[in-house]
């Protein structure tokens, strides 16, 4: 009499994502030990994540001059550094793809032109020297109907923040700011009066959009000048700009006149005093919006403000402690929420207010320890986070590490953490999510778009290995026979198959190239397995003999994709029953 064939069926594998808290345990096998490259499809399989191309020539590498040739686009020689920055300007008819290196700005994406800050009067070029490429923007329309006249700020730490708008052709000074109608130590508000006959400084007609400081076509606000005001956050919410995190000055928030983003000192402007709300000098990391109301993230604390548009009833509404910002770009509105990096890992806003008498729950508490060793080994300025609606999830990059955790959204777990996969060998250093939802970053050369299955056109390897599993029989050693995978793609496809035993990382791995088309191997009597049913379906299926034995089992599977999508839908793991231990 033949003995008996254990058999366990993984029906949708990885589909609990990461779990590196537990993987030497024996935890849900829905959980996944290793997922690299991987995302979870809209029928929550786990499916190679797509791929890059490029949508620029290679230019701004760090050591060397561009490499397509400075005549042919328009690009300055330079030896370092890279462009790290990309940024969509929304504007009517063409938008402006703007990146920027830490020495210079340039726009267009196929084609390339380096631009500079222009002065005052639009008649020449300003001396403005750029040391960094770590920019945040913020953008506010000024006017109204056809008159509407898109403004982006931007801001990094020990610059003079910039506007890139329409260029004026009227070299005529910025209207006059005068008076002050109270001043109030903790919410400063300023009046405006412009002096009679004096040139609207957002009327520009000149077609040509640029670079100008802000303190040359705006106001500052009161106490500051180009000298001072160099903030590091900016937020456009509410219709008012926002500034923050000033060396010097980083418990103040700066808010712009309503619906002018370039006044500081007119109007309903004025700043929010930190100095009594956040305590031990916290600084303010990075400023949000949402459902109504102002946040604002420090190092070690949060607080949310009332009424940011009606600024004469701004009111501090809560303050949770003991909760703060690792990485100001981390800071991404869902919609329904804000994302954001804590010093103990991915946050909801949402959660935190809800449980903030509690040790609250990160979104990443299936990957809490290496999300916190990636935070302390990067610096601030190289950890980068997106959401993007269209794909459903949130990226999590640590450029220096060449590290990518993808978080997906469109389906939490039932403890309201996020599933999780890695992506690996992608140095990405600044991501955009364009006004047609595709999603644009910066890599180490090129500004590239999240699109098609091969990275820059060669191929990248998905990797899935699975948690361990007794197979229900925890007194027995297994020896383990065969293997079967069943998969949804349609080209040629080059799997290694994987599988090892008790905790060891020693695998025995197996080749194994299955043609293009839709192959159907299950049909073996001798484990009385019957044949898939197929055709139509679209799925490909293989099967493998296996050796070894163990008292724990660990299986994988490894694919390079070259252009096609692939989605792993079951393992099924056969083994005889040993002896007892």
Partial sequence: MAEQVLKQSLSAPGFFGLNLQSADEYTDFRFAKEAKNIVFDASGRIAARKGWKTLSPSFGVANGVAEYGIAQYNIDEYSTPAVRFVYEFIKEGDNIVISASGSSFFTGVSDPVQVYVRNENNDGDLAYAVSDSNWQVSSLPYGEGADIQPHAYFVQAGHEPLVFHELPLDPTAVAAVVGSEYNDAEYNVNEYNAAPGTFDSHSHDSGVFGFQRLGDIGTLPLGHNLNSFKPNCTLAAFGRVWMADIEGDRQTIYFSRLLDGSDFQGGDSGFIALN??????????????????????????????????????????????????????????????????????????????????????????????????????????????????????????????????????????????????????????????????????????????????????????????????????????????????????????????????????????????????????????????????????????????????????????????NGNYLALQKIDIYAKQGKVL
């Fill in 276 to 561: 009594s709300v956040f305590p031990s000098y916290d600084r303010i990391v990075a400023l949000g919006a949402h459902n109504g109301f102002l946040v604002v993230f420090g190092t070690n604390n949060i607080a949310i403000f009332a009424n940011p548009i009606d600024v004469t009833r701004l009111e501090l509404q809560d303050f949770i402690p003991n909760v703060g910002c690792a990485a100001r770009d981390t800071v991404q509105n869902t919609g329904t929420d804000i994302i954001f990096l804590s010093n103990t890992g991915l946050a909801s806003l949402q959660r935190v207010v809800i449980e903030k008498s509690l040790p609250y729950r990160e979104l990443s508490k299936n990957i809490r320890d290496s999300i916190i060793a990636a935070t302390l080994a990067e610096p601030e300025s190289g950890i980068k986070g997106i959401y993007s609606e269209a794909e459903g999830f949130y990226l999590l990059s640590f450029s220096s590490q060449s590290k990518v955790y993808c978080f997906d959204t469109k389906l939490p777990l039932q403890d309201g953490s996020l599933r999780v996969t890695e992506w690996d060998n992608l140095q990405l250093y600044s991501f955009v999510v364009t006004q047609n939802k595709e999603l644009l970053f910066r890599t180490d050369e090129h500004i590239a778009k999240y699109d098609g299955y091969k990275d820059n056109d060669q191929p990248y390897t998905l990797k899935y290995y699975t948690n361990y599993t007794d197979l229900q029989q925890p007194n027995n050693i297994k020896i383990l026979k065969k293997l079967g995978y069943t998969y949804r793609g349609q080209d040629t496809k080059n799997f290694i198959t994987a599988w090892g035993f008790d905790y060891s990382e020693d695998f025995s791995k197996q080749a194994k190239t299955v043609p293009g088309g839709f192959v159907y191997e299950y049909n073996i009597a001798e484990y009385g397995v019957g044949e898939y049913g197929g055709g139509t379906t679209k799925n490909g299926q293989f099967m493998v003999n296996t050796s070894g034995s163990g008292n724990v089992v660990q299986v994988g599977l490894e694919a390079e994709i």
